[in-house]
């Protein structure tokens, strides 16, 4: 007989690597990460995902109630502001125009001196395509029947409105008696309330039906080939209104900047003292080109990576992003034909966004109504190479004083957790988790 040995060096290798492979089955994915340093060795996007958003499947498979064959009468969207604005409201006007049992007129843009823009729906989006995508889950028309056109909608405010009920008791009247109502859908509604019926139509507004007209689409794509593959579009946002409106203040940036702000700021004053220390730890204030550049390296995006900077003009301190990362390039220094100089401020914002739903991978330093639109968009495509900056982490680690290596590993670690787990990935209105 072969007596076989098994020496107590021998067991203990054995012993460990079993208590190993029990903490790697065992311990949530976030603590196994945990056991490795991963700053510094691999970009962000080679983190493996635990949880993804795809379209939810009631409003996908069109599980719906029968929409009423008789109207209650004909609602017109009105929407101000920046292109992906406008387009939150009309989806969201969308939505109550089905709660309403009502047919939607075709939405009309304001014209907006602020945002350079003049353009109206048919200008940016496909009416045909858009009205075709709807029918089953709302009654779209371009046009008014002659006995209604001649009049003036009677203007709703729905500024206080939120879910299903407050439109039924206080909308529903208005447009029983004039049967032709005008309205902006309140900002602080909540989609949550809505029955999935009317959910469903807000869906499928936003994200099947909202196409580009041909000529900017054909903009669009032309714009897309030229961008050197393959590329990260970043949304940076560091404008003068936009950090006058922050109320927040920035030390060390050029007397112009500092100039633009104080231009743009008015009334609104910058908070000082304690209260713009909990501004600013609470994520109020926007990323500076400088700080955006520093959390791409901490995430480990190499500095020859091709970034197409999503952004409108007036940026300032581009410098602190571009002499780190050289390889940066815009749609003004790519389309620089007399048709894309007489663009207006909504059709510039239009080919942003379609580079930045088709671009390699995507990030914001905010989580304004483009952000939201892209990542959602994105989601639906199946692109999920999606993350947004996060201010709020970058402020409390520099409060902390971090600072060097330690403050890489931190934000690396921060923005980890996110893109691992989805957060911010899309909105939760159309979209379900799936976990991986």
């Known amino acids: 007989m072969i007596k076989l040995t098994v020496k107590p060096v021998f067991v203990s290798i054995i012993l460990g690597l079993s208590l190993f492979l029990a903490v790697v089955l065992l311990s949530p994915y976030t603590t196994f990460l945990s056991l490795f340093p991963s700053a510094g060795e691999s970009d962000i996007w080679s983190v493996r995902r635990l949880v993804d958003w795809r379209p939810c499947k009631w409003w996908l498979h069109r599980h719906l109630t029968p929409f009423p064959a008789k109207s209650n009468g004909y609602i017109r969207v009105d929407c101000y502001g920046g292109l992906n604005q406008m387009r939150r409201d009309f989806c969201d ?10 047919t939607l007129v075709l939405p009309k843009f304001e014209v907006a001196a602020y945002w350079n823009e003049s353009s109206d729906f048919a200008d940016i989006f496909e009416a045909d395509y858009f009205i075709q995508h709807m029918d089953g889950f709302v009654k779209v028309v371009k046009e008014l029947p002659p006995e209604i056109s001649s009049k003036e909608p009677f203007h709703v405010d729905c500024s206080k409105r939120k879910g299903q009920f407050d439109y039924v008791e206080s909308v529903l009247p208005a447009l029983l008696e004039h049967k032709y109502i005008s309205l902006t859908p309140a900002m602080s509604q909540r989609r949550d309330r809505y029955p999935r019926f009317a959910k469903a139509a807000l869906c499928q507004a936003c994200y099947s039906a909202l196409r580009l007209t041909r000529s900017l689409q054909k903009k669009a794509a032309e714009l897309l080939e030229a961008i050197p593959k393959p590329f990260l579009s970043l949304h940076l946002r560091f404008e003068p209104d936009m950090v006058a409106y922050s109320q927040c203040e920035y030390q060390g940036l050029s007397p112009t900047s500092m100039q633009a702000i104080e231009a743009a700021r008015g009334d609104r004053k910058p908070w000082t003292g304690e209260v713009a220390r ?4 609470r994520g109020k204030c926007p990323l500076t080109p400088n700080e955006t550049a520093l959390i791409l390296q901490a995430l480990s995006i190499p500095t020859n990576t091709n970034i197409y900077l999503a952004a409108g003009d007036g940026l300032m301190e581009i410098e602190g992003l ?7 390039v815009t749609k003004s220094a790519l389309h620089t034909g007399e048709d894309f100089t007489r663009m207006h401020g909504n059709t510039k914002a239009a080919l942003d966004y379609y580079v930045s739903i088709n671009s390699d991978s995507y990030m914001a330093t905010y989580f304004g109504n483009m952000d939201k639109m892209v990542a959602a968009m994105r989601a639906f495509k199946g692109l999920y190479k999606t993350l947004f900056l996060s201010r709020k982490a970058f402020a409390e680690f520099t409060y902390q004083g971090l600072e060097g290596k330690e403050l890489m590993q931190a934000l690396w670690k921060v923005h980890r957790d996110d893109f691992l787990m989805g957060r911010g990935s899309a909105l939760p209105d159309c979209f379900c988790e799936f976990e991986l």
């Open 93 to 102: 006007g969308v939505g109550v125009a089905h709660l309403l049992n009502a």
């Open 322 to 328: 571009t002499s780190v990362y050289t390889n940066v």
């Open 278 to 281: 909990i501004w600013r730890r």
